[in-house]
C-alpha cells in the first residue's frame, strides 16, 4: 500500500537519483514495516521552480508525502522519517533544512491493494500469502 509522493522543482532530482531515491525508498520501508517491495509505489512529481517558496523565498526544497497503512509504534515511523530525511539529502545535495516528510497513516479498512483489502495490524502473513505466487 504504501505510497510516496515526492515533490521537488524540476532539475533538482535527476534520473539516476531517483532510480537510487526509489530503491532506498524501498529498502527502508520494507526493512521497517516487514512489507514486500511489489507494493511500494512511489511518484515523483517535478513542479516549476517558480512555484516552490520556503520562509517566503524560492526554494529548491523536497517534499515526500507518505501514505501508509496505520499500527506502526511512533519510534519505528520516527526512524523512517530520519532514514528518508538522510536519503533525500545525501542523493540530491539538497540541505536537510530545506527536506520535509510527511507520513499519513491510513486504517488497513480503507485500502485495497490487488483486489484485496489490507490486512489488520497483525494478520500481515496470512495476507502476503496470497501473494507468493504472483
Not at 509504534?73 to 510527511?102: F, K, W
Not at 491510513?106 to 496470497?130: F, H, I, Q
Request: net charge negative; proline share 6%.
Amino acid at each position: 500500500m504504501p505510497f510516496y509522493q515526492c515533490i521537488a522543482p524540476i532539475g533538482v532530482i535527476t534520473t539516476d537519483m531517483k532510480q537510487e531515491i526509489v530503491d532506498e525508498i524501498t529498502r527502508i520501508h520494507c526493512a521497517a514495516t516487514g512489507g514486500l517491495p511489489r507494493f511500494v509505489q512511489i511518484q515523483f512529481d517535478e513542479v516549476n521552480p517558480e512555484n516552490v517558496f520556503q520562509d517566503r523565498k524560492l526554494s529548491s526544497a523536497i517534499r515526500l508525502h507518505v501514505r501508509m497503512r496505520a499500527g506502526r509504534p511512533a519510534e519505528v515511523r520516527h526512524q523512517m522519517l530520519t532514514d528518508y530525511t538522510n536519503l533525500l539529502s545525501r542523493v540530491t545535495g539538497v540541505p536537510i533544512v530545506d527536506i520535509m516528510i510527511g507520513i499519513v497513516e491510513t486504517s488497513y479498512e480503507n485500502v485495497m491493494e490487488s483486489g484485496l483489502r489490507l490486512p489488520a495490524p497483525g494478520d500481515e502473513e496470512s495476507w502476503k500469502a496470497k501473494f507468493a505466487n504472483m
